[in-house]
């Protein structure tokens, strides 16, 4: 599993609350992604990281947040739950080198009413 | 945004019969990678593939990269009812840091 949690793994929260998501590693990857999965639209990307501090926006960044304070965690935040936001969420990391790949953490299903 | 061309979208097949589904995509790809997805689970990778034309196995499943790096295919031999899942294809681009995903193949098997 490369050592990846999500937590929580489970939210239902209403329209117009803050929501922040937490991923964890513990083998000191430089790389971590944030990833929505919808029926009809597979997986995308959301936000990355390529370091501490160091964030750029995926292709469905609107309306999300990011920060990475610490290599072991990534937080996605979203600042103010819209409904189109619920879904389920995955966080991967990156492995470098010759085996240069991408391993996924378990997700957080979020429901926003 | 770029997406693979992943084919078929769904599969019905009887148990113990062999299964092929394939990626094929307009940009040249270093990396291409197979995952399963089971319900309630994170995709979990099966086969990482880096050069064109190699050939990978682990266990039943077996993929390759195509000569033209513009495509990949996934084959699972005698299939059992754990294959049944979620089958996505990805690529990456040459430095690029990030993934370009198919929509994947939903695997039925009936008993």
């Known amino acids: 599993d490369a050592g990846i949690t999500q937590s929580p793994r489970h939210k239902v929260t209403e329209t117009g609350t803050p929501v922040t998501l937490r991923c964890h590693q513990t083998e000191n990857h430089r790389y971590m992604y944030w990833y929505r999965q919808d029926p009809g639209h597979g997986l995308r990307l959301i936000h990355y990281s390529y370091g501490v501090k160091d964030t750029d926006k995926g292709e469905v960044s609107d309306g999300y947040s990011v920060s990475r304070s610490k290599t072991e965690d990534f937080l996605l935040t979203l600042e103010s739950a819209t409904s189109s936001q619920t879904s389920v969420y995955f966080c991967?990391?990156?492995?470098?080198?010759?085996?240069?790949?991408?391993?996924f953490g378990p997700g957080t299903r979020l429901t926003v009413l | 945004g770029q997406q693979l061309n992943q084919s078929p979208q769904s599969m019905f097949i009887q148990e113990g019969e062999d299964v092929s589904m394939n990626c094929t995509s307009s940009?040249?790809?270093?990396?291409w990678l197979w995952y399963k997805q089971d319900p309630g689970e994170g995709p979990v990778l099966l086969i990482a593939?880096?050069?064109?034309?190699e050939l990978t196995s682990n266990g039943r499943l077996t993929a390759q990269f195509g000569i033209t790096r513009k495509d990949s295919f996934l084959n699972i031999s005698a299939s059992i009812p754990s294959d049944v899942g979620i089958y996505f294809c990805?690529?990456?681009?040459?430095?690029?840091?990030?993934?370009?995903f198919g929509q994947g193949t939903r695997l039925t098997i009936n008993p």
């Open positions: 991967a990391i990156r492995t470098s080198g010759s085996t240069d790949t991408q391993y």
């Open positions: 940009s040249i790809f270093n990396t």
């Open positions: 990805a690529g990456q681009l040459s430095g690029a840091q990030k993934l370009v």
């Open positions: 593939l880096y050069k064109a034309g």
